[in-house]
């Protein structure tokens, strides 16, 4: 079978990670896949490394000019007819109308769309009525060339159903491999890497982009709430992004307490080093970082967006921005020391429920059918 996975960029992040993840699994079972996006990054490397097909498509890349769309039509239509795949699995918003171009080529391909998170139509998206009423219904217009609809959290298939956006779809969570260092080795890496000398400090983490959706400055801003409460803590932050220039601004009130380690390949593996993950998005499909978290064992606390809950339980979830229910559901956490027998046992269960194999075996499901 041959398989096009198509998405906008090829930085680190979420979806490109759920493409390289997938896409690296279903060509060791002996198909035949490519990999195609408007830029060059981690998802080319990634496909160098893996001998995988890596296609620029120009037009592709975000852009104010409208002409790009042009380009892109024209240039994925060109692609299509060169590599004639039997299934195009898109990824990303501006990736839709990739499915409206495979279905005018009229080759029988099937197309699939994952939607990773709501974005513009996420109810704590902020947006004005226009923007969002377009958005609406472009996703409604790209939609209707989708062949097989899938979300990543209940919570965002719910309310896209609510709100019509689709009449159906399919659920699959998002699959992980896990390997982690043991807490002494990641400790010590983590700690070197930041340079911080106190060896006993409540260290509080986080891996994610340094962007808006992910709503760090919550966390930096509400960082002498922390301290407070527990004065030995250390915040770190794995990761890059269009906002680290402004976190690093505001992390300035907190002298030698918040740590930017920049992009470490292989973050999660370090995981065990925290003695608590938080997760403050202003609005999620389902975040991997967060499914890695919960597989460490190690405490987690996140905003109660897209499929956070899922993930960790609702108790261990805030209101989003509201800094009272945040430390109140921090005090819970670094008081409690002990894990319970029924929370180790869930998260052993949890392994197959949030296994890459079994994602895989899903995606698998739907291309053949």
Do not use: W
Not at 25 to 50: M, R, V
Not at 85 to 110: E, Q, R, T
Not at 273 to 297: H, K, N, Q, T
Not at 317 to 346: A, G, H, M, P, V
């Amino acid at each position: 079978m041959k398989i096009l996975y198509l998405i906008t960029k090829s930085e680190v992040g979420g979806a490109q990670i759920f493409v390289s993840n997938l896409s690296r699994k279903i060509s060791n079972l002996g198909h035949q896949i490519t990999i195609a996006s408007g830029e060059k990054g981690y998802l080319s490397d990634f496909a160098q490394e893996n001998k995988i097909d890596f296609r620029l498509v120009k037009g592709l890349e975000k852009s104010s000019n409208p002409f790009n769309i042009i380009k892109f039509l024209f240039n994925f239509y060109r692609l299509l007819r060169e590599i004639k795949p039997d299934v195009v699995h898109l990824n990303s918003s501006n990736a839709l109308l990739g499915a409206f171009v495979s279905k005018i080529a009229n080759m029988g391909v099937k197309n699939v769309f994952t939607v990773h998170g709501l974005s513009v139509l996420d109810s704590n998206y902020k947006t004005n009525i226009i923007k969002g009423a377009i958005f609406r219904l472009f996703f409604k217009f790209g939609f209707f060339f989708v062949d097989d609809l899938v979300f990543v959290s209940q919570k965002n298939l719910d309310f896209a159903l609510s709100q019509k956006i689709v009449k159906s779809a399919e659920l699959i969570y998002n699959g992980v491999e896990t390997n982690f260092l043991s807490r002494e080795d990641a400790r010590k890496f983590a700690l070197n890497k930041a340079k911080i000398e106190d060896n006993d400090c409540f260290l509080i983490g986080s891996i994610g982009r340094l962007a808006y959706p992910k709503n760090y400055e919550f966390l930096i801003t509400n960082f002498a709430k922390i301290l407070e409460i527990k004065p030995n803590s250390r915040l770190i932050l794995i990761g890059e992004g269009p906002e680290r220039e402004k976190y690093q601004k505001i992390a300035e009130s907190f002298p030698g307490k918040i740590h930017f380690l920049g992009q470490i390949e292989g973050a999660s593996q370090y995981l065990k080093a925290l003695d608590l993950f938080v997760l403050p998005s202003i609005y999620e499909g389902l975040s991997l970082s967060l499914i890695e978290a919960y597989m460490s064992g190690i405490k987690i606390v996140a905003s109660d967006v897209g499929g956070n809950s899922e993930v960790i339980g609702s108790e261990n979830c805030y209101k989003l921005n509201d800094i009272d229910d945040f430390i109140n559901i921090f005090k819970k956490n670094i008081i409690t020391e002990q894990k319970s027998c029924t929370d180790i046992n869930k998260r052993n269960l949890d392994k197959a429920r949030f296994s890459l194999d079994k994602m895989t075996e899903k995606y698998l499901k739907i291309y053949n059918n």
